[in-house]
């Protein structure tokens, strides 16, 4: 059986169709970005999950979720490990790390409601149309 962080990894994969950056726009919601960030301290591939408003005249993240990927035996695994809302002022990270890149300290009941978050968001954006073929698809970085 998949296992949760297998799904998420999953749906990203889907969202981002084989391309770095992607924003995807469906009527009546805010375009949704998926993106590759970068890599974490300690050498994971990060892809970043979110929504943008505006607030005079300034972008703001609601919400953004940035996913860690593992490498498991059948695949990938995408953990949610931070949490942004600009709009509230949060900003929320699972890990915390020393200077040399080492996860020193985890945050248990935060990286349980990022899972929970994370899994009710993809039902969302999944009803609002997201990974419909009918969604409109635009390629930031190839």
């Known amino acids: 059986m998949m296992n949760r962080y297998q799904e998420f ?3 990203l994969d889907q969202l ?4 770095q950056a992607v924003r995807i726009t469906v009527s009546d919601y805010m375009p949704l970005s998926v993106e590759e960030i970068g890599v974490s301290q300690d050498g994971h591939q990060l892809l970043s999950l979110c929504q943008y ?5 300034d972008l703001m993240r609601d919400p953004d979720i940035v996913f860690l990927f593992h490498d498991v035996p ?3 695994a995408a953990e949610p490990v931070s949490f942004r809302n600009d709009y509230l002022g949060i900003v929320q990270e699972v890990y915390r790390y020393d200077e ?3 996860r020193t300290h985890v945050l248990p009941a935060l990286k349980q409601d990022l899972q929970e978050f994370a899994r009710a968001w993809f039902g ?3 009803d609002q149309g997201f990974f419909a073929p009918t969604a409109v ?3 930031l970085s190839p």
Do not use: F, P, Y
Request: charged share 20%; hydrophobic share 30%.
């Open 9 to 11: 990894a999953q749906h």
């Open 16 to 19: 981002l169709g084989g391309v």
């Open 53 to 57: 408003g505006q607030q005079n005249g």
């Open 74 to 76: 059948d695949g990938a």
């Open 100 to 102: 040399m890149g080492r």
């Open 124 to 126: 969302t954006l999944r």
């Open 137 to 139: 698809r635009e390629i």
